[in-house]
């Protein structure tokens, strides 16, 4: 471009003679120069390749942690915006006052520098322009007076090749701090602990003096030394009348008491896994919010102090934005430094059992295809599924509970009752939806424990699920980088469940709140779930509000389960902790229910909308539309007579001589409950046994194998099916069929097996003594031999 606008004057047509001459001369010497210039330039290109130190910084841009260069320097990028104009200003003046005006080198300094060299014999380096010294830096060399022309000749071709802000910046980047310190950025960070925007004028002013001497200017050694050779910079400063007089007074005053220091290693997990992940990349611009994690690593680190006597040394946290979808704070391990007990692992990358978790997200989904709603009434008896006998936490069966009873406090045999209704594969299918990666993986394998925690999770992904209760349902990726936009978002279940799910898990009257939190002022008003894996390994809690979603793991990384390890205990402390410390100034709104809400009267007896006979209403909520609407059936007529000793079916009631009364009727499997727990229940009447009909409502109910499964077994291993029924408190014995040929008679609670020859359609039949026979189909599949 430069040579362009000078050229542009020889052009001028019609010179008289001899001064054509010269122009003709100047113009072909130009020329000349140009060509052999764009030769050089071609065969001599620049190579600007900086290695820089990656850098990893929070949402402020402060710097959380950092790398070394691959050639070990810590030179951290410094960008065009963050340069600090103090310093801009006083590197000008002190080193090339008229950067802005040469074409990289300074003719009249040069000449000057020349003379004194070769007349007087005395060498200066005040001709060295920032744009040779940047070329000096870029290509370093013995200072020989060849090496002088070709930093000269990179200095031109800098110019040519670069803004004066781009060179202005390479110098910056490049200018050395003694050690392996390059550039001023990592200066100000490992002397300063601040970002370069933030120096005052004596630190700007030390920034610009060390280079000069970066051996013999050592901070933290040299630091007097420094202060004397800096005020004397000041001082001409104030001649040139730079700075405002005040500020040059402040300056010359302030002490210089730094030292160097390590680079910052905040968030060591979360900063090593974005280094990893962006590997080429100088600055890792992240959302991590510097406050929020300086108190979750202190909190954390605090808290598992006081676990370590009891033999539980690690914990890990993801504090999630639900706004922004953005990761705050990321505690990989609570302390990084802990060699012993694996601190260096990444627990929140770490696939581990979720326990309890889940729950909240099968329910809400059980919600959404109108199976169940809150105060729905729901068996909690001792199960048999194919040979899965799920039992609850604290061993003890309710009989009946309300769904939200059950959520909230944790109960497993319901949780399996709703999966098994709702289907394995489809809930898996959703939990793959949810970014589950690893059930995802294991699909094949996993069955109805898997709500209790048979398989496996990431904190990540479990906290970002309770994140998704926060948003309406909607399932939002993680953001980490300021870059990253939020992505499209996932329905995962309806606002109206979600909904649903909070009111049932902001509930206190539950087993899973600390001991003594009640008492506590400082309870904050979240929505959590405690989760604690088989052979007490995994202690969680993952908590939430409109804010912040936060998820807590407590353990051992070896594995090693320990017996006062549970999610109540071990994890909600943290929990709790943490929202009162990172949230403590958020205002107490709360989720306001959604469209698609609404609410109904039920029977509290059965939780399905109220009939004529029942008496005990209660208030539920439920999504219209999909919510099933059948009446309460918690009581049944029956004419029974007189004497009330005998029951009739229409087939056998007398015309006259009975009366109709109302009976509980209960399900198969309550009565087997109340029978072996020896609970008193309102039985009816033995039926008239004078009465030819057979009683299909009470046909035995097979409850293994489950009807219409396919059941898929392995050859070698001659692998039998069970067979069970519930029947009739009055029934002695049952015969079982398969596909109408006799197998074998049993005792009401006998369970039977039999093994498949072939592969195929099974007919599974089941007929009590008093005639009444169910069916049941299946299909059996081989694998293997
Ligand atoms: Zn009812
Ligand atoms: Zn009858």
Redesign the pocket.
Known sequence: MQLLTLRKPFRKPHLPGRRAKVALVLLLLLLGCSLSFALLNFLFPLQVQLAYSPVITASDGSVINAFLSPDDKWRMQLEQEEVNPVLKKAVLLKEDRYFYYHPGLNPVALVRAFLNNTIRGKTTSGASTITMQVARLLYPKERTYWHKLTELYRALQLEWHYSKDEILLLYFNLVPFGGNIEGVKAASVLYFHQSPKQLSLAQAVTLAVIPNKPSSLRIGVQNQRIVAFRNKWLEYYRQEQAFPEREIEDALAEPLEATRQEAPRVAPHFAYRMHRQYRHQAIINTTLNRQAQEKVEKLAYNYLQQLRHKNIHNASVLVLNNQTHAVEAYLGSADFTDAAHGGQVDGVRAIRSPGSTLKPYLYATAFDVGLITPKTVINDVPIDYAGYRPENYFGNYSGNITIEQALATSLNVPAVKVLDELEVHRFIRKLSQAGFSQIRKESSQLGLSLILGGCGVKLEELTNLFSTFANQGRHTPIRWLQSDTSAAQTPLVSPAAAYMVNQILTQLKRPDLPHNAHNSARLPKIAWKTGTSYGRKDAWSIGYNKKYTIGVWVGNFSGEGVPELNGTDSATPLLFDLFNTIDYDSPETWFTAPKGLSYRSVCVESGKPVNSFCTSHTTDTYIPGISAVAKCTHLKRVAVSADGKMA??T??QPNAGFEEKWYPNYAPEILTFFDSEHIPYQQLPL??PA?S?IFQEFAPVITSPTAEMEYILERNEHQQLMLHANTHNEVKQVYWYINNKFLKAASPTEKIFFEPEKAGHFKISCTDDQGRNTDSHITIRFIGG
């Open positions: 009739y079916c087939s056998c039926h008239n009465c009909r």
